[in-house]
């Protein structure tokens, strides 16, 4: 393993703080020169162009790596929820940051655990692989073996990673604010705080293992799933030991039978359903290494609970009059759905009526189809797009739904993203339509 891979993560306030004066100032020395270029060949440079320049972009990916924890966790959401809004410069380079996070060194590691688990704790193992098998934003995962010969898998939290949550996501509010990419009347504060929430509880791992037991026990009878179990006498809020279950990264099977595409995919947007419909409960974190594939067994493997949280009551009717309206194809409450959701704001209906309509429209046009459902026909985004592009330059018109509803939306909108991958083809319609009785196809 290369020594590259190994950086010691700033635990410190002071250390993070400079860490975030350092990118902001390299960031600005590079819109300076970008500004001077365009200004050299004759053109009016914008703020927001000299601020997404892939230079400006790497700045900000190598140094969200280095400090971990929220700063790079929000990295990751921009990274995998953005679409098609930020510059694909901008989006491919955010996008490593769902792989790109460095280890801990081993010293570092050595005083976590010594704190931890206190000196000596190699003695409790037959064998502590040091190399992480896994890194991510708020910790790495390690393999261990225990005298009897389980195995398992140790995710340990790196040093002040929680203590920094607050702040981190502060600093990162700032950079959007100051960066004149969103609206001066777009208020963030509100996201920011559910986001700091979210991310408190995804760094209790002792959470974690609660949430891990409860999915235990709703997916008890779902043969098509397998979920760690954690072991408690290991465990504690910064270190999270459970069973180390073997699988492949789920897009390994982009190039399995469409059959197995098709069952993987159908179980996993039925487990969101059921979420959403039957449990009331939801993880939701999309990301794609939080699920793996056991080809010998044929499961599904769910890992990282941190992000599991109950959906409220009136989010759950929301969706459900969002769906009803979609099934039975009614444009009128379809928009209101989406106006009680909070998906679009009165302002932007009243400016933008007629787009909106048509984008609608469009959505039902292609979900109504007959037969299977194929993720893999996207013919409908280039004129959904067409339509958006308007609301978009209408900066006025911006709008951030609550909170809540952006987590749920996250979940769904990385599942079909995932299946969009997968080129799934499913009756879709159908298995939606199951979680509602009341509705009656024709």
Request: overall charge neutral.
């Amino acid at each position: 393993m290369s020594d590259a891979r190994y950086r010691k993560v700033p635990s410190a306030r002071l250390s993070r703080l400079a860490s975030f004066g350092q990118m902001a100032g390299g960031i600005a020395g590079g819109m300076i020169a970008e500004g001077a270029r365009r200004l050299s060949q004759g053109q009016r440079p914008q703020l927001s162009d000299m601020l997404l320049t892939p230079a400006n972009a790497m700045r900000v990916t190598d140094q969200l790596s280095r400090l971990r924890g929220a700063a790079m966790k929000l990295g990751q959401m921009i990274s995998l929820d953005a679409g098609d809004v930020l510059p694909a410069e901008l989006t491919a380079i955010l996008s490593k940051l769902r792989d790109s996070a460095h280890f801990m060194p081993p010293a570092q590691l050595q005083r976590v655990l010594d704190t931890e688990w206190g000196a000596g704790w190699r003695r409790r193992f037959k064998h502590f692989e040091a190399t992480p098998i896994a890194a991510a934003s708020i910790g790495q995962v390690h393999r261990a073996t225990m005298p009897d010969g389980r195995v398992l898998a140790i995710k340990v939290q790196y040093p002040g990673i929680a203590a920094s949550i607050d702040a981190d996501v502060d600093n990162v509010g700032s950079l959007l604010r100051l960066s004149s990419l969103l609206p001066a009347t777009l208020d963030i504060t509100p996201l920011l705080s559910e986001a700091k929430r979210q991310l408190h509880e995804e760094a209790d791992y002792l959470r974690e293992a609660d949430q891990m037991r409860r999915y235990q026990s709703l997916l008890a009878d779902n043969p098509a799933f397998i979920l760690p179990a954690p072991v408690d006498e290991l465990s504690g809020k910064n270190v999270l030991a459970m069973d180390f279950i073997k699988g492949q990264p789920i897009e390994t099977l982009e190039s399995a039978p469409q059959e197995t595409r098709d069952a993987v995919m159908s179980a996993l947007i039925t487990l969101t359903l059921r979420e959403l419909f039957e449990f009331g409960y939801m993880q939701t974190d999309p990301n794609f290494a939080n699920f793996r594939w056991q080809a010998e067994s044929q499961r599904i493997v769910l890992l990282d609970f941190g992000a599991a949280r109950a959906v409220p009551p009136h989010i759950v009717a929301a969706y459900r009059d969002l769906m009803v309206a979609g099934l039975t194809e009614d444009r009128a409450a379809l928009r209101a759905a989406l106006l009680a959701i909070g998906f679009v704001a009165p302002a932007t209906l009243e400016r933008h009526g007629p787009a909106i309509d048509a984008m609608i429209g469009i959505l039902i046009e292609h979900l109504g189809k007959p037969g299977l459902f194929d993720f893999a026909d996207r013919s409908f985004v280039d004129r959904v797009r067409h339509h958006a592009e308007t609301i978009v330059a209408d900066r006025a018109a911006w709008h951030i739904p609550p909170a809540d509803t952006l987590f749920v939306q996250r979940k769904v909108s990385g599942t079909a993203l995932l299946a969009v991958r997968m080129q799934a083809r499913m009756p879709l319609r159908d298995d939606v339509a199951r979680f509602f009785p009341e509705i009656q196809r024709l």
